[in-house]
């Protein structure tokens, strides 16, 4: 059973909950397991979520206890609804009918997206059977490194950063890749000023690009990266991957995240990067909803 915890009960469920939030094989992404994440961030975001006018903070009970917790936000004016907390001690399959019954109920024009780490095999279980109308958007491994005592490597002639005036090299190489995300070239363009974006020159063009923002915990998350035609190059992708690490010691920043995509993988390695895990990623969209 779902139930919404009110804002002044909030407080005495946040041991429970960030204890399940440290086990990736019981609970959803953000992951807490990362050693970057603290519990008091963690418990910043569960009060916030209990009195958020577009948070969502639930309770699942199962023979009358306790057995975990959802939380999710929504942007109404773009129909959007992000899980960021399916922490589950109990009947994961249960709760997971329960929550997508209640979205069909309350928010049936809204598309989900949910994301977890690929152990938590009972979540994934539920998302991968067709007759809940999920599809996988992204598989990929959930990255970071720490900054502080590492050197700035000398930087790259091919690497230039991105503005307003010349982003039309990032707009060249997005568009290929944006069809199924939030942040179009022109979303990002929009909030321009919370963007870091680098692009590789090669053959008189921009050949790839990489793009990040502050993750809002003292450190930076790498969102993506583009190749030209979609042809990932290695010596360019390291080459991207140092230029953010130079820019984000330059502005003492603690860490970098990075979702890498399969092939990129033993390249970040490579840079100093470690694996916190795997990550997957599922959307249903409005339209394939089983109420729809």
């Known amino acids: 059973m779902l139930k919404?915890?009110?804002?002044?009960?909030a407080g005495?469920?946040?041991?429970?909950?960030?204890?399940?939030?440290?086990?990736?094989?019981?609970?959803?992404?953000?992951?807490?397991?990362?050693?970057?994440?603290?519990?008091?961030?963690f418990a910043a975001s569960?009060?916030?979520?209990?009195?958020?006018?577009?948070?969502e903070l639930l309770l699942f009970e199962q023979d009358g206890k306790t057995a975990g917790f959802i939380q999710f936000y929504t942007?109404?004016?773009?129909?959007?609804?992000?899980?960021?907390?399916?922490?589950?001690?109990?009947?994961?399959?249960?709760?997971?009918?329960?929550?997508?019954?209640?979205?069909?109920?309350?928010?049936?024009?809204?598309?989900?997206?949910?994301?977890?780490?690929?152990?938590?095999?009972?979540?994934?279980?539920?998302?991968?059977?067709?007759?809940?109308?999920?599809?996988?958007?992204?598989a990929s491994f959930n990255d970071c490194i720490l900054l502080p005592g590492l050197e700035r490597t000398p930087p790259d002639g091919h690497v230039i950063p991105v503005d307003r005036q010349n982003f039309d090299l990032f707009r060249k190489l997005h568009t290929w890749t944006e069809e199924e995300m939030y942040w179009t070239a022109e979303r990002i363009l929009e909030a321009f000023e919370q963007w870091t974006v680098f692009v590789y020159m090669k053959d008189g063009g921009p050949a790839a690009a990489i793009y990040c923002t502050p993750d809002g915990n003292g450190g930076s998350e790498i969102f993506g990266t583009d190749f030209r035609k979609g042809r990932y190059d290695r010596e360019v992708f390291c080459a991207l991957l140092r230029a953010v690490m130079n820019d984000c010691m330059e502005r003492d920043m603690k860490h970098i995240v990075f979702f890498a995509e399969p092939e990129e993988q033993e390249a970040a390695l490579d840079c100093g990067f470690r694996c916190v895990g795997e990550y997957v990623c599922y959307k249903r969209s409005a339209a394939g909803s089983a109420g729809a």
Do not use: W
């Open 4 to 9: 919404r915890i009110p804002e002044n009960e």
């Open 12 to 41: 005495r469920y946040i041991d429970p909950a960030y204890e399940l939030a440290l086990d990736q094989t019981r609970s959803a992404y953000p992951t807490y397991a990362d050693g970057i994440k603290t519990k008091d961030e």
């Open 46 to 55: 569960f009060l916030e979520a209990a009195g958020g006018e577009n948070d």
């Open 75 to 138: 942007i109404p004016e773009e129909h959007y609804l992000q899980l960021v907390m399916f922490s589950i001690s109990g009947d994961t399959g249960r709760a997971f009918d329960e929550l997508t019954e209640l979205l069909e109920r309350e928010y049936p024009a809204y598309d989900l997206y949910f994301g977890f780490p690929a152990c938590n095999r009972d979540a994934v279980a539920c998302l991968e059977n067709a007759k809940n109308g999920f599809e996988r958007l992204e």
